[in-house]
């Protein structure tokens, strides 16, 4: 059997890396055309927030702010916290720890 060559090798490491960039997607990417904030902007508030790891997301309607906003799960100090920002204005709205019912 021949070696991979380099020119394969990049193009299936490729095909890898965008599958799996795939598989992190999140729920609510139909509204993301109402946001003035982005997800990687977002994303960077909440670990600013929290110091923590995000390990789950979304972007939902929902009471509070402008009624548009990005949800977090976030794993800091050992403990999941949900975290809120607007996705108009990149306010944090929420930061608590995850209560025993999450939503």
Known sequence: MK???SKFAIALGGT???GTAAAMAYS???LERYAHVSLKQ???IAIRA???RIVDEELEK?????GLRYSFGVIASGHKREVG???K???VLENMKEGANPD
Not at 62 to 66: F, P, Q, S, V, W
């Open 3 to 5: 070696p991979m060559t």
């Open 16 to 18: 890898i890396i965008a």
């Open 28 to 30: 609510g990417q139909n």
């Open 42 to 44: 977002a994303e960077a």
């Open 50 to 52: 929290t110091h923590g």
């Open 62 to 66: 929902e009471a509070g702010g402008t």
């Open 85 to 87: 920002v607007d996705a």
């Open 89 to 91: 204005t990149g306010k």
